[in-house]
């Protein structure tokens, strides 16, 4: 039975395996809680970067497969990503193609999703002091 390092099974942060023709291959617990999905929905092939991708962030995906393609490596970005319930979940991540194929890339993925509601609620006492009559 092959081991995971231990980062991919501390589910610290969402760790992802994936190709260039979008499917998911792989994937650890936090990164499936992330996105809503569970194993039997990685196993089954029903988890695709399509599908993971909202619409407004497609093209920019697309540049960065390129990307990937080219240098073997993506700047890390913070980018929105669509779970299986259509909820998104706003996230960084770093992606790097796997050497020994290049066809295949590992992605570390860090949810930012409350974080950025946090910020959210903070600036909305600001922003309505700002618009408020005087």
Known sequence: MKRNPPLVDANIIGVVIGNLEGAIIEANDAF?????YSRDDLVAGRLQRTAL?????RAAT??????????????????????????ECRCWSARRALEDTRTQWV????DLTERKRAEEALQRPTRSLRTSPA
């Open 107 to 110: 992605s570390f993925v860090l």
């Open 53 to 57: 991708t909202p619409a407004e962030w």
């Open 62 to 87: 697309e540049r960065a497969i390129a990307e990937l393609r080219t240098t073997g490596v993506l700047t890390p970005t913070k980018k929105n990503t669509s779970g299986k319930t259509a909820a």
């Open 32 to 36: 499936l809680d992330m996105v809503g």
